[in-house]
């Protein structure tokens, strides 16, 4: 207030002495003058206030409005997103051990199958051997009696050669038996 104080102590005592009247004709102001531009000042900021200062502040309002809406959407996407993220990982997670499931059951059934496979192919072997067994006795056999029947002529043979006699048949099936016999054992 001291500030002003030094106006107001000039501007009274001027007020009071008529020299308002010398200093509007001074500066040239003319109250019609002055309550027209007055009038004119309302006037335009009325107009301005309806017209242009009006659909400014509903057009900011409204940007406003929808920055706000986008921000409240963008939250919104920003939530789904993490619970789309928490979804996907549920999911993953799910189908990673169904797949480590799927792998250990295929696997069990590989083992299945190969032991399986194994037994078979065992059982197979030692049907194949037992034939080849089979087969070697036979085969044995029909050696060892052809091997007695040429044994048997050839002593028959080396007997007619030392003896000198021809062998009827009685006695070279006497002498089969007995070589035969010798032979065996």
Not at 58 to 65: D, I, N, S, T, Y
Not at 135 to 141: G, W
Request: proline share 2%.
């Amino acid at each position: 207030m001291e500030l002003f104080s030094p106006i107001f102590g000039t501007i009274m005592p001027m007020l009071a002495a008529g020299k308002v009247d010398e200093m509007t004709l001074k500066f040239g102001l003319s109250w019609p003058k002055f309550f027209a531009q007055v009038l004119i000042f309302v006037a335009v900021y009325t107009i301005l206030k309806k017209f242009a200062f009006g659909p400014i502040l509903a057009m900011l309002e409204q940007r406003r409005q929808r920055i706000a809406d986008g921000e409240a959407k963008l939250e919104k996407i920003a939530k789904d997103l993490a619970e789309a993220e928490k979804n996907t990982k549920s999911l993953l997670d799910k189908a990673n051990e169904d797949a480590n499931r799927l792998i250990k059951e295929a696997g069990d059934s590989a083992k299945s199958i190969a032991d399986k496979r194994q037994q078979e192919a065992i059982h197979e072997a030692s049907q194949i051997l037992a034939k080849a067994r089979e087969a070697a006795t036979l085969e044995h056999e029909q050696l060892m009696s052809q091997l007695k029947r040429e044994f048997g002529r050839m002593v028959s043979e080396a007997t007619t050669r030392v003896t000198g006699k021809v062998l009827n048949n009685d006695d070279q099936a006497r002498i089969n038996q007995e070589t035969t016999a010798q032979v065996s054992v």
